[in-house]
């Protein structure tokens, strides 16, 4: 048994003090700021989802009026989007795992990286004091004509997001230039990580199409400032550009979010099921294929907006392409656990319910996908349950799972195994009890956004209402037992999972400058049928 005593130099100890860390450089340090700016997000956000489903439990106003029922749903999708699961995983994690998993002692441009985090909290104090102000009532998506003319404070929330903008941007371009530059010798393109294949395929996204959302919310800000014309028809602009504008970025930013969660169930699966990645060539190049194809599918999303019959059956046959990537990873994943030696711990379970849950979210996309349904279905719940399955049952899942799973190096402790796995079973259900009657409400025709609703929608609003609050309980013991373990978990040593990536061969929590010595590349990341790496911690 180990003393329960970490490491003597590591980066939570040099040096100590507030300014230390708001100072700091180093780039784990600067992924745990990210992981709490991202948690207070999601925390608040969560609560915002609480008092909707609350609102919804029954018909009729239940605790608050319409008004503030739109500015409650604007300022969930918001900060959800652009504060927490945009920058959760890249940003967070990434900034954390990606130089250890590449053996560099830090990323490719230090003090960008902490000015990245500082245009992050600047960017989400600005978005958020639209709260103070009043409130949004446009939806997150601020669609014009509406959101050119709503007296709400639609300017402080959309100069929010285009601050936010530059932080992503220069986490992508540091990601980048970290991956070609700082690679440990031996470590060839073919010997990375599948999760720095997916953090490098998503920084692709974030320095290519961020700059679209900027310009797009400066135009907006414009029109409503000077009324300039683009998006008013009676100045002959066209409130339809702005939503090709929007989607141009929005959708690629859909795997903005989901990239590097795929990449995250690919280190899991492998991991806890001892087995080689199957198809890792495959699984690397459907990162970069889902990257660039992402970028011509947003007309989508544009079904029902009056765009032509012909770009509409080409973005429906796009669609379906991007969907093959996806389809190879999760193919891919399936196969490596086949005859596997699966040990279901809490990482695990979470690789296990993105597999369930994004599967569903991908299928009923292709649904959306097909015109004729997506008529019918594109402004009902089937959207929103649709969206919730790929963000919260694809993106947010991983981000538990990687969570877990890198916790340890983080910290230097384990957390309770016993109330990880109850917290994810917990999750699981109240996930799918949340979001899968949507479908149902969806499929009958129930809008989205609606703030009332007709009697024969109560049961299923009322399961949908029930299931939030056992994944919010779900959440709460989370969080209880991951701060409990900074102070009374287990010491972890440097490899509890027997992992066979880099990050594993150095102390947990790693030195401020990662490694020792030059960490030396003697097999893959994934080798797990050729090489054997005792766990410092037994399998429970």
């Not at 509409?312 to 399936?334: D, G, Q, R, Y």
């Not at 079973?425 to 149902?440: A, D, R, S």
């Not at 609050?469 to 999972?497: C, D, F, Q, T």
């Amino acid at each position: 048994m180990a003393e329960n005593v970490l490491p003597e130099h590591n980066y939570l100890k040099e040096p100590k003090g507030l300014k230390s860390w708001l100072l700091t450089v180093d780039h784990k340090r600067i992924g745990i700021l990210y992981l709490i700016g991202i948690s207070v997000a999601f925390l608040l956000g969560g609560v915002f989802a609480l008092l909707i489903r609350l609102e919804l439990l029954s018909p009729g106003a239940t605790i608050m009026t319409a008004d503030t029922y739109n500015k409650l749903f604007t300022l969930h999708g918001t900060v959800m989007i652009f504060l927490f699961i945009i920058p959760s995983i890249p940003a967070a994690l990434g900034n954390f795992v990606l130089p250890l998993m590449i053996g560099a002692k830090d990323v490719a441009f230090p003090r960008l990286n902490l000015l990245s985090w500082y245009i992050y909290v600047i960017g989400t104090c600005i978005a958020l004091t639209s709260i103070v102000l009043g409130g949004v009532d446009t939806g997150w998506t601020f669609y014009t004509p509406y959101s050119t003319q709503t007296t709400t404070q639609v300017i402080s929330m959309t100069f929010g997001a285009f601050v936010l903008g530059f932080s992503s941007i220069f986490t992508g371009l540091n990601f980048i230039v970290t991956v070609h530059k700082l690679r440990a010798p031996g470590m060839t393109w073919f010997k990375m990580p599948l999760m720095v294949w997916a953090l490098y395929a998503t920084a692709i996204i974030q320095v290519l199409a961020t700059p679209i959302l900027g310009i797009t919310l400066v135009l907006l800000i414009l029109e409503r400032l000077f009324a300039i014309g683009i998006f008013d028809p009676a100045m002959g602009g066209d409130p339809v550009l702005y939503q090709h504008f929007f989607w141009f970025y929005s959708h690629p930013a859909v795997y903005i979010m989901i990239l590097p969660g795929m990449g995250i169930i690919s280190e899991l699966i492998s991991t806890f099921s001892r087995k080689t990645i199957f198809g890792y060539r495959p699984i690397a190049f459907s990162s970069v294929a889902i990257a660039l194809i992402g970028f011509l599918v947003w007309g989508h999303h544009m079904f029902v907006s009056g765009q032509s019959e012909v770009a509409a059956m080409v973005f429906s046959a796009l669609t379906f392409f991007v969907a093959i990537p996806s389809a190879i990873k999760v193919f891919n994943w399936l196969t490596t656990l086949y005859k596997g030696q699966i040990s279901f711990e809490t990482p695990m379970l979470y690789a296990l319910w993105f597999l369930c849950t994004f599967t569903i979210g991908g299928l009923t996309g292709l649904f959306l996908g097909t015109l004729s349904v997506d008529v019918h279905l594109h402004d009902t719940y089937f959207v929103v349950a649709h969206f919730h399955y790929v963000m919260v049952g694809g993106t947010v899942m991983a981000l538990f799972g990687g969570l877990h799973y890198w916790w340890p190096k983080m910290f230097g402790r384990m957390y309770n195994e016993t109330w990880g796995r109850i917290s994810a079973v917990i999750i699981f259900v109240g996930f799918n009890l949340t979001f899968f009657p949507q479908f149902i409400m969806g499929s009958q025709g129930m809008p989205r956004r609606y703030f009332d609703y007709v009697p024969e929608y109560h049961s299923m609003h009322m399961a949908s209402t029930v299931g939030s609050w056992v994944m919010a309980v779900g959440v709460i013991i989370m969080l209880h037992y991951l701060l409990s373990s900074l102070r009374k978990g287990e010491i972890a040593g440097n490899n509890p999972w027997g992992a066979l990536s880099l990050e594993w061969t150095t102390t947990s929590p790693p030195s401020p400058h990662n490694f020792d010595e030059q960490p030396v590349i003697t097999h893959g990341p994934h080798d797990y049928d050729k090489v054997i790496v005792e766990r410092t911690i037994p399998p429970r």
